[in-house]
């Protein structure tokens, strides 16, 4: 027997559309690195009202200092795996740490972040009528045995070991998505996003496109982990963003894979990174760490069936665009 459905909410009671005022947007983990380019984003629109919640484990409000004092802005700290209480129409939700250092660094709150915050901002949404998209990630996929990875694909990801607290973390984040939908009707967008790249990257957050850029900047050696022919692709955080609106404005919940599908194996980083920031620095071979996913690369069909969506950066076009904020961050000059 199939349980009974429980009856259709009323027409989202939208704020926006109850106070005829601007559409109201809460981003948590907006003062992250995807989070502070979606705010840039969403700014531009005049209609828009922003709220960003953040704990600052990874983000900084130097992210956000050009908004600091807008009257369409505001900025609260705030950790999303206490309750909140705001108004808003839409909900873009991110926090929580995206780099494996930190992720790992305290993996009970890593699970809290993805499972308390994602039900917090759920019952958010429930409460207000909001539509409310999750950002997911490809490490769902975990050590994938499809390759490319569809939407389809149910991933192979290890329940008990280092990374679980961000995989099972995430899956759990999404189990919750379908269930509130399903059960009370909120109107979820979840995005699968796979490794991006950009300005204001937290420099030393362990990450391999930050860390080959620093280490290219500083002069030190590259630092390749073994094998190095594991592979990854890397999509640029202005596609990024403009695939997280697309998705969020459109009609479908997803999941979608939103990621660059040019596939890049890490020793073939390294020697980018090399040839374009400082061809005199070395790749050094090191250790890596467990879990590491083999491959990694989007099947991105859905995504521009759905969303009309495909990644224009190119990493050659990419890099030396995070190459100008590092130096500036970093105080390293071109001609150094
Ligand atoms: P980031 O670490 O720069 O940003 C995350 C933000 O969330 C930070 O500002 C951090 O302070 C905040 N945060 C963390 N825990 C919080 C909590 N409990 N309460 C409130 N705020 C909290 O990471 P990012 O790269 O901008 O990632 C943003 C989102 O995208 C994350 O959900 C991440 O899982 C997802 N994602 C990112 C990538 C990537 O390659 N960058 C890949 C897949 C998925
Ligand atoms: N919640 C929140 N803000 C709201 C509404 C709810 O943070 O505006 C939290 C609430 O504290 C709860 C979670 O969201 O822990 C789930 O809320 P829901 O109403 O779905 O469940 P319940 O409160 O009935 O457990
Ligand atoms: N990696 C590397 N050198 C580094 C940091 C990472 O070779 O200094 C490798 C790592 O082993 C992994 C890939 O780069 O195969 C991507 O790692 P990252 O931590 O950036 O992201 P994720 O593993 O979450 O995709």
């Not at 999750?134 to 990801?157: A, C, F, K, M, R």
């Amino acid at each position: 027997q199939t349980p009974s459905k429980p009856p259709p909410l009323p027409s989202p009671l939208r704020f926006s559309k109850f106070f005829q005022s601007n559409m109201r947007i809460l981003v948590t983990g907006g003062a992250g690195f995807i989070g502070s380019h979606l705010v840039d984003k969403l700014m531009e629109n005049e209609k828009n009202e922003v709220i960003v919640v953040d704990n600052y484990f990874t983000g900084s409000k130097d992210n956000l200092r050009k908004w600091i004092g807008h009257p369409r802005f505001e900025l609260i700290r705030h950790d999303v795996t206490e309750p909140l209480l705001v108004e808003v129409d839409q909900i873009y939700h991110l926090a929580c740490p995206a780099s494996p250092i930190f992720y790992k660094h305290n993996p009970v709150k890593t699970i809290k972040t993805n499972v308390i915050g994602t039900l917090n901002m759920l019952g958010l949404a429930k409460r207000v009528g909001a539509r409310i998209l999750l950002t997911s990630t490809s490490e769902v996929y975990g050590d994938p045995l499809i390759h490319p990875q569809p939407e389809t694909y149910w991933g192979n990801v290890n329940p008990i070991g280092v990374r679980s607290c961000y995989d099972e973390g995430k899956r759990v984040a999404e189990t919750l998505m379908f269930d509130y939908h399903r059960q009370h009707g909120i109107e979820i967008r979840i995005a699968r996003i796979f490794n991006t790249y950009g300005p204001r990257m937290n420099i030393d957050d362990g990450r391999v496109v930050s860390n080959f850029i620093a280490q290219a900047l500083r002069g030190e050696p590259l630092t390749v982990q073994k094998p190095g022919t594991q592979t990854r692709s890397f999509c640029f955080v202005s596609d990024m963003v403009d695939g997280l609106i697309r998705l969020m404005e459109g009609e479908n919940t997803g999941p979608i894979n939103i990621g660059n599908p040019g596939e890049f194996t890490m020793l073939e980083l390294a020697e980018t990174v090399k040839e374009l920031i400082n061809p005199k620095v070395e790749i050094k071979m090191v250790e890596n760490t467990p879990d590491d996913p083999r491959q990694r690369k989007p099947d991105i069909t859905k995504a521009k069936e759905l969303l009309g969506w495909e990644p224009k950066v190119k990493l050659r076009d990419g890099l030396p665009l995070m190459e100008e904020d590092f130096r500036l961050r970093l105080g390293v000059s071109k001609e150094n």
